[in-house]
């Protein structure tokens, strides 16, 4: 039977619940990379072991948060290359053709982009003040004022900006199934 691990870091929740749906609709093994680091340097999990690995995260400042961590353990494991990694971000913003890219862009290195490393996919969550540090609140709270004064940008903009200040919660299950459905791709299973 081929296996599957799916790896999330999380701040506000958001990633840990995508990561669990994305994990029960795969029958995968879940971990956060918290919880996976320790196991991989006592040699209790091996990413080697998997037939399908996928690895989200939210994005801050438009980076996927601690891929450069998960970038290492895949390079030590020698999965760089492999063709068996889906990567998600989510992120406060709605899921648009436009915008969706630039998470991955400024994330992956140009190499990576270049060969296509990683299948990716952009999933909305939404904005939760709790769970961020003081630092991470105030930019959040910087960000809520500024945005107001781009409303004209598109209904993503006025949905950012109706919303923000108070937090939302946009996350829907139905977004993870273009990444299931890669994810059974990779598999070479049928569902």
């Not at 999380?10 to 918290?34: K, M």
């Not at 290359?81 to 994330?107: C, E, F």
């Not at 809520?144 to 299950?173: F, L, P, S």
């Amino acid at each position: 039977m081929k296996r599957t691990i799916v790896v999330y870091s999380t701040v506000t929740g958001f990633a840990r619940t995508y990561a669990q749906w994305i994990a029960e609709d795969l029958d995968a093994d879940l971990y956060s990379l918290e919880e996976l680091l320790p196991l991989i340097k006592h040699g209790q999990v091996t990413l080697n072991a998997y037939d399908l690995i996928i690895y989200g995260a939210g994005v801050r400042m438009g980076v996927i948060r601690n891929f450069a961590k998960f970038r290492k353990l895949l390079k030590r494991s020698g999965l760089l290359t492999s063709k068996k990694i889906i990567v998600w971000a989510n992120g406060g913003t709605p899921q648009h053709p436009d915008r969706d890219y630039r998470s991955a862009s400024r994330t992956f290195n140009r190499v990576e982009l270049a060969r296509h490393d990683y299948a990716y996919f952009y999933l909305e969550g939404g904005v939760r003040y709790e769970g961020l540090n003081p630092f991470e609140k105030g930019l959040l709270k910087t960000f809520a004022k500024r945005v107001q004064k781009y409303r004209n940008r598109g209904e993503w903009a006025v949905a950012v900006a109706d919303h923000i200040a108070d937090g939302y919660d946009h996350t829907d299950r139905t977004a993870i199934t273009p990444l299931v459905t890669h994810g059974h791709e990779i598999l070479g299973s049928s569902f």
